[in-house]
């Protein structure tokens, strides 16, 4: 069965410095999303793209963040200079075209920034 | 500004014994109310979509169903194996991010 896929599983990094996650979608998906949860609370909605352009963004996502689809495969999300408080699992889900809103979401990347 | 809440936050059953999950939502527009599974350090697995009122789905021992206000998750005869977090999320408007509930750790005793 299709699965997304995220490297690394657990990333630890110092306060400032730059950090990319990296998601493989689900290859016939064409829409692309990364959430972050901070360790006890809620799931929250990060950004959205598709067709190589941000579609949507929350106010978590700031000019410290950024998104690209590099190649046909890969999804990453880069962290300019990492604050103690961006510490939480990010995980990134895609879904297959605009009349399909299932999510589907890989195993996520524990990011802990000393 | 769409708003999912979760209840209860904590549920213990012994196995066989058999529970509701309750996910109470305000959203505009109403473009889907899903439910998904989540087990400890490990990504949302998804479960169920449900789009109108009165639409049910069944999945092994897991039923979801939809009013216009709330969604419920009925856990018949639960297994120890089902034991996990179980998240409600609601998708509203043109928007396609979802928005989370806190979820509700099920607990399953032998």
């Known amino acids: 069965e299709p699965e997304v896929t995220q490297t690394p599983s657990h990333q630890v990094t110092q306060m400032g410095q730059e950090v990319i996650l990296r998601c493989v979608p689900i290859?016939?998906?064409?829409?692309f999303y990364w959430y972050r949860q901070i360790l006890g609370q809620k799931v929250e909605f990060l950004v959205s793209?598709?067709?190589?352009?941000?579609?949507?963004k929350s106010e978590i996502f700031d000019d410290q963040f950024s998104v690209e689809r590099p190649d046909g495969s890969n999804f990453t999300l880069k962290i300019r200079s990492t604050k103690l408080e961006d510490s939480a699992m990010y995980f990134c889900?895609?879904?297959?075209?605009?009349?399909?809103?299932?999510?589907?979401f890989g195993p996520g990347t524990r990011l802990t920034v000393t | 500004e769409d708003q999912v809440t979760q209840s209860p936050e904590a549920l213990r059953l012994q196995e066989g014994e058999s529970s509701s999950l309750n996910c109470s939502y305000t959203v505009s527009g109403l473009r889907g109310l899903f439910w998904y599974r989540q087990d400890p350090g490990k990504g949302p697995e998804f479960l169920f979509t449900?789009?109108?009122a009165g639409e049910e789905k069944e999945k092994e021992r897991l039923k979801a169903t939809l009013t216009k206000k709330e969604s419920f998750l009925h856990i018949t005869a639960p297994k120890p194996e089902d034991s996990a977090t179980y998240l409600c999320?609601?998708?509203?408007?043109?928007?396609?991010?979802?928005?989370f509930g806190s979820g509700t750790q099920l607990t399953v005793l032998p």
């Open positions: 889900a895609s879904s297959a075209r605009p009349s399909s809103y299932e999510q589907y």
């Open positions: 449900l789009y109108s």
């Open positions: 793209f598709y067709n190589n352009e941000i579609s949507e």
């Open positions: 999320a609601s998708r509203g408007g043109s928007a396609r991010q979802l928005t």
């Open positions: 290859s016939n998906h064409l829409y």
